[in-house]
């Protein structure tokens, strides 16, 4: 079973820069990763996915440019490195993982979540 867990998160001023990581047990590439986050009283959305299909990473339209997704495989780590944090990206995040072939974020087609971690951006 693979486990996830996900730590980084805290409070950030706006414009400010942060990095969060995913720990996942037993990762290999078979496996897509999914960054995900979750704001209070709105769906769980999808930040970002690296595909086990291509190799590429995707990201939603309102992070491009300011997140980037990336992999340390001797640690077996997925990093979200977030810069020009604003307001708006307060939300728990979560990492998230499938042995579907996929390159997508939809949330439906990961099987293996990780706990979440708050990310909280305010002056």
């Known amino acids: 079973q693979l486990q996830l867990v996900e730590s980084g998160g805290g409070l950030v001023l706006p414009g400010g820069s942060l990095t969060l990581s995913c720990s996942v047990s037993?990762?290999?590439?078979?496996?897509?990763i999914g960054w995900f986050r979750q704001a209070p009283g709105k769906e769980r959305e999808g930040v970002s996915c690296?595909?086990?299909?291509?190799?590429?990473?995707y990201y939603e339209d309102s992070v491009k440019g300011r997140f980037t997704t990336s992999r340390d495989n001797a640690k077996d780590i997925v990093y979200l490195q977030m810069n020009s944090l604003k307001p708006e990206d307060t939300a728990v995040y979560y990492c998230?993982?499938?042995?579907?072939?996929?390159?997508?974020?939809?949330?439906?087609?990961?099987?293996?979540w990780g706990q979440g971690t708050q990310v909280t951006v305010s002056s």
């Open positions: 037993g990762f290999t590439s078979d496996y897509a």
């Open positions: 998230a993982a499938t042995k579907r072939n996929i390159a997508t974020m939809n949330r439906n087609l990961y099987d293996y």
């Open positions: 690296l595909s086990n299909t291509d190799g590429r990473t």
